[in-house]
């Protein structure tokens, strides 16, 4: 069976990534969502260069009357990845901008997958898998990323109170908690963290990979793999909870 999976962010990253590795090795019909429909279409054409099948259609997932709109159109979903999300500085003594974008990032990263879920379950049935895209920052915190850090520690726990509410419906959810990724949230995090404690964007990549305990940053590819596994129809062990993708940062 070809099974259709929905992924949010598959223009970039860990997004693009899974796209590229379900096309490759399911054939699975994806459908991408994100807000550069031209960036989404780069990705869904190098899936259909290589023989594979992939629409894209343009939606911020803070949009709850866009997502129904394009959720009400779709195929069946066997499958749905949130995989959309922002980054960024937000210290508690801030400027002024800092509170909207508290609030942007929440929005994005916490109640983005919540709306998403929400729009596309209707188009799910049992055999159904869903994976939220949290991080190593929805397991600890770390100074200057209070939103981040609430959103993504947020997003666990509504895949651990999905998993049950929807384990009946035979659709499994679970949370993946990647650490560092190289993309452009990555480099962008690093730049910003770098600035803000007086280093070069080299001696804290250097810092953050000796932080690792496999001392390095890792592949999109590699996150698409793990999140690839909880997809798998395969999978009926692992329910509500959250795969660390983190070369052993976090053993919890
Ligand atoms: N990179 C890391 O080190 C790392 C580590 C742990 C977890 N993560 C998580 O992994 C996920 C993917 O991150 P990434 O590193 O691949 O980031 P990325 O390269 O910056 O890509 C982010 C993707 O999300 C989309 N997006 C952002 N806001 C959106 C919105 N409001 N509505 C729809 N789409 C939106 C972007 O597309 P548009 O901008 O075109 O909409 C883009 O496709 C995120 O949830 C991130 O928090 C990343």
């Avoid at 590795?21 to 279409?41: C, M, P, T």
Wanted: aromatic residues 4%; contains cysteine; glycine residues 12%.
């Amino acid at each position: 069976m070809v099974r259709t999976i929905l992924i949010t962010g598959g223009s970039r990253g860990i997004g693009r990534a899974c796209a590229l590795h379900l096309a490759r090795s399911e054939a699975a019909r994806l459908i991408l969502l994100g807000r550069d429909v031209a960036a989404l279409e780069a990705t869904a054409e190098t899936i259909r260069r290589a023989g594979g099948s992939a629409e894209t259609h343009s939606a911020d997932v803070t949009d709850r009357t866009r997502l129904a709109e394009v959720a009400g159109a779709l195929p069946p979903l066997h499958g749905l990845v949130a995989a959309a999300g922002i980054s960024g500085m937000t210290p508690v003594d801030g400027d002024g901008d800092t509170d909207a974008f508290f609030d942007q990032i929440l929005g994005a990263d916490l109640t983005g997958p919540w709306n998403t879920v929400r729009a596309c379950l209707p188009r799910m049935g049992a055999g159904g898998r869903i994976v939220l895209v949290s991080s190593v920052l929805g397991r600890f915190g770390v100074p200057g990323y209070g939103a981040y850090c609430a959103a993504k520690h947020g997003l666990i726990g509504l895949a651990k109170a999905l998993a049950l509410e929807l384990i009946d419906r035979g659709i499994v959810v679970n949370a993946v908690a990647p650490g560092w990724v190289d993309t452009d949230m990555a480099q962008t995090g690093i730049r910003q963290i770098a600035a803000a404690t007086g280093q070069t964007e080299a001696a804290f990549r250097a810092q953050a990979e000796a932080a690792v305990p496999v001392k390095r940053f890792f592949r999109p590819e590699e996150i698409a793999c793990g999140i690839a596994w909880l997809l798998d129809p395969a999978n009926t062990m692992q329910v509500g909870q959250c795969l660390n993708l983190d070369g052993g940062a976090v053993q919890a």
